[in-house]
């Protein structure tokens, strides 16, 4: 068992939470510094934090003398985001940078760093009242614990709506590209916990290219949604053809091939 404390501030664009954790007779201090300012033209972000993390049970079953009474039951992460955004009449820009950093972790194999960075660039520009262009870019390291094992993401979205009885109605397109490059086999995420999980490899995997769409009809909070991921394999595959867009994303799990997802949603005010 454990105890947590903290106290939150708050002054303009400042805010400040600072804490304890105590685990059997140790303790150890959390704090959290975010910094926000923005007008009409732009906004910037900055944030720092110290955060204490207990161990979760699961990894009991892959090192076994890890729940040693002897030895500690936490670890902690630093990370810090800076994020600076740019609005224009028919476009916005955004940038950030982040690092995160573990210490006292045994889980982490010496093969892997424990430094996390990524750098992210998004730019959406409106060519018509109804048409936007959307790309998004993030850059980091695959050797990282916690990169999921890619080092580049690329994605590439048009959005184009329509209204329809008098805006009553609103019908949603979207088209998409998306690109994952430089990945390498060290690391996953357990499928029914979602933490990672170590692999101790180091070996390359294919990009990862695929097409997506998505339509969605909105009639005031009832919204329907139809999306295809992977077009080019739910083509081939109609067709019956030999040839697949299939893609590994680990080794122990099945190859992935299209899907399709049919959702409905209905929000309520109260």
């Known amino acids: 068992s454990w105890i947590k404390t903290e106290i939150v501030g708050r ?5 400040v939470n600072v804490g304890m954790i105590r685990i059997k007779n140790n303790f150890d201090y959390n704090y959290k510094i975010k910094l926000n300012k923005k007008n009409n ?15 979760h049970p699961i990894y009991k079953f892959y090192k076994t003398d890890l729940f040693n009474l002897n030895n500690d039951f936490i670890y902690q992460i630093n990370s810090s985001k800076a994020s600076l955004s ?14 995160f950093n573990e210490s006292k972790n045994k889980l982490i194999n010496n093969q892997l760093k424990s430094y996390f ?10 060519l018509l009242s109804l048409y936007e262009i959307e790309f998004d870019y993030n ?21 184009s709506k329509i209204n329809l009885f008098k805006n009553y109605m609103d019908i949603n397109f979207i088209f998409g590209f998306q ?66 867009n299939l893609f590994e994303i680990h080794p122990e799990m099945p190859s ?15």
């Open 179 to 244: 690109h994952i490059g430089n990945r390498i086999n060290n690391s996953y995420l357990n499928i029914i916990e979602m933490i990672p999980i170590n692999q101790y490899s180091d070996e390359k995997l294919e990009d990862i290219n695929y097409f997506s769409s998505e339509i969605s009809i909105e009639v005031s909070d009832f919204i329907i949604k139809y999306k295809w991921k992977n077009i080019s394999e739910i083509i081939l595959n109609g067709f019956g053809l030999k040839s697949n």
């Open 256 to 270: 992935i091939g299209r899907q399709v997802n049919l959702s409905i949603e209905w929000h309520f005010k109260d």
């Open 11 to 15: 002054k303009d664009w400042i805010e």
């Open 86 to 99: 740019w609005f224009g009449k028919n476009m916005r820009i955004y940038s950030s940078f982040s690092t």
């Open 41 to 55: 033209t732009f906004e910037w972000n900055f944030e720092n934090s110290r955060t204490n993390k207990v161990f």
């Open 139 to 159: 850059l980091q390291d695959p050797n990282s614990y916690y990169s999921g094992g890619y080092g580049s993401w690329i994605e590439l979205n048009s959005h």
């Open 117 to 126: 960075m990524s750098l992210n660039f998004n730019y959406m520009m409106k």
